[in-house]
């Protein structure tokens, strides 16, 4: 080896290696997913990150900040594909729903990542010491049901949802339904377990939306 390649080597190998956001933010997302946010502690996210403290701090701020970043990531890679299904205008209404329950089967039971709901899973594990964690994702969940309130008053707009239909109730049963099969997926359900849960919420799905919420009780 030459002079000036040899000084290249020693170069290359005493040169520090490149913060990656991306595979940061992957990895402290499952770690704060399997452990929830009170359990995982900066030692743990610099282990499982590979980067140092002091990088972390720069990147971040602190661990509050890194797990904000990693629900935003969460919502970037995994929500906004299971929200797909509510993008497609030339798709029937019950076909959407299904396909939007369907792929929350798919991501609460993918092998690749702790089971179940990311934000479901660490808001249940959240003392009174995180209430503004506990706020945010609040907050992101009620994002998520007016994303399906939205979805369903179009709907309605085009005439496929009945008038008397409440779109406002309707998404907060879809809603709960969802996060329920989050907490089966985190108590070991499987994929077909959840989507046996979806085939009953379509085969009553023509109940579901003939309900007329402003009724009173019998």
Same mark, same amino acid.
């Given at each position: 080896?030459?002079?000036?390649?040899?000084?290249?080597?020693?170069?290359?190998?005493?040169?520090?290696?490149?913060?990656?956001?991306?595979?940061?933010?992957?990895?402290?997302?499952?770690?704060?997913?399997?452990?929830?946010?009170?359990?995982?502690?900066?030692?743990?996210?610099?282990?499982?990150?590979?980067?140092?403290?002091?990088?972390?701090?720069?990147?971040?701020?602190?661990?509050?900040?890194?797990?904000?970043?990693?629900?935003?990531?969460?919502?970037?890679?995994?929500?906004?594909?299971?929200? !797909?299904?509510?993008?497609?205008?030339? &798709?029937?209404?019950?076909? +959407? @729903?299904?396909?939007? %329950?369907? =792929?929350?089967? *798919?991501?609460?039971?993918?092998?690749?990542?702790?089971?179940?709901?990311?934000?479901?899973?660490?808001?249940?594990?959240?003392?009174?010491?995180?209430?503004?964690?506990?706020?945010?994702?609040?907050?992101?969940?009620?994002?998520?049901?007016?994303?399906?309130?939205?979805?369903?008053?179009?709907?309605?707009?085009?005439?496929?949802?009945?008038?008397?239909?409440?779109?406002?109730?309707?998404?907060?049963?879809?809603?709960?339904?969802?996060?329920?099969?989050?907490?089966?997926?985190?108590?070991?359900?499987? !994929?077909?377990?959840?989507?046996?849960? &979806?085939?009953?919420?379509? +085969? @009553?799905?023509?109940? %579901?939306? =003939?309900?007329? *919420?402003?009724?009173?009780?019998?």
């Amino acid at each position: 080896m030459s002079t000036e390649n040899m000084a290249l080597a020693k170069k290359c190998r005493g040169r520090p290696k490149q913060f990656d956001r991306d595979d940061a933010l992957n990895k402290a997302l499952k770690l704060f997913w399997k452990y929830g946010y009170e359990a995982t502690s900066l030692a743990d996210l610099v282990e499982a990150t590979g980067a140092k403290a002091p990088t972390l701090y720069a990147e971040f701020g602190n661990k509050e900040g890194l797990f904000r970043a990693a629900v935003e990531h969460y919502l970037t890679l995994f929500i906004e594909t299971s929200n !797909r299904a509510l993008t497609h205008s030339d &798709v029937p209404l019950k076909q +959407a @729903i299904e396909e939007y %329950l369907r =792929a929350a089967a *798919a991501l609460f039971t993918d092998c690749d990542n702790p089971s179940g709901c990311f934000m479901v899973c660490t808001s249940a594990t959240l003392s009174a010491a995180s209430e503004e964690i506990a706020s945010m994702l609040r907050s992101r969940h009620h994002m998520q049901e007016q994303t399906l309130s939205e979805f369903l008053d179009s709907r309605k707009a085009s005439g496929e949802l009945p008038a008397q239909a409440s779109s406002q109730v309707l998404a907060k049963y879809l809603n709960c339904m969802v996060q329920g099969m989050s907490v089966q997926a985190r108590d070991g359900a499987s !994929r077909t377990d959840l989507n046996q849960l &979806v085939d009953v919420v379509m +085969a @009553i799905w023509p109940q %579901l939306i =003939a309900f007329d *919420a402003t009724s009173e009780p019998a």
